[in-house]
């Protein structure tokens, strides 16, 4: 019985599937002409697999949003993926987690060494939103003054909470960058893993 009950457990895929696919497929989204039956299969397993980072409710705006974004002449063929993951991405960020390529930049030497810098936070921060590292003059400005002013409020709120003063948007900020701390962490390499 408990292995029946596991084998019929939705899939994130399914899921899915489920609150975006099957629907938008009922409302009149159809395969686009110039693209091969076995193609558009493809790209509905890569939708479900890119998207299953969203919650639910996300999965339905989106789903909604999407309905009125048709492509082709009669508007009913399926957007292409980078429509789709450019609403996705508005509505909710992808979690730097889930993109390997990107959250290997703390995997590397750089982590530790923005870690010993200061600006852990802040280039997690950067990557999260851009999907890219700092790769110039202005990026790396940028980078450090969202350092600066974070350890500034840090300092601040903690000294505040310490002293038992803190507001509740202290408390909150606080948590958030504990949480936001703790991600980046987390993808450093452990001694003896790092690489050059």
Partial sequence: ???????????KRDRVRRLLIHPLAEWGFRKPGD??????????TDLADALAYLDDDKLVTLRE??????????????PRMATIATLAEALAPRPLEEIPVIASWFGSARGPKAREEGT???????????????????DWRMVRGKAQALDSDFRVK???ERRQVA??????????????ETRAL???????????
């Fill in 65 to 78: 949003t999407l309905k009125y974004r048709g492509e082709g002449r009669d508007r009913r063929g399926w």
């Fill in 35 to 44: 693209v091969r039956e076995d193609r558009h299969a493809k790209f509905l």
């Fill in 167 to 180: 507001s509740e948007d202290d408390r909150q900020w606080l948590d958030w960058y504990r949480q936001v």
């Fill in 120 to 138: 852990l936070v802040a280039e997690f921060l950067y990557l999260t939103k851009f999907k890219r590292p700092p790769l110039n003059d202005g």
């Fill in 1 to 11: 019985m408990i292995e029946e009950q596991s084998s019929k457990a939705e899939t």
């Fill in 186 to 196: 987390a993808l450093l390499p452990t001694v003896g893993e790092e690489r050059a």
């Fill in 158 to 160: 903690s000294d505040r």
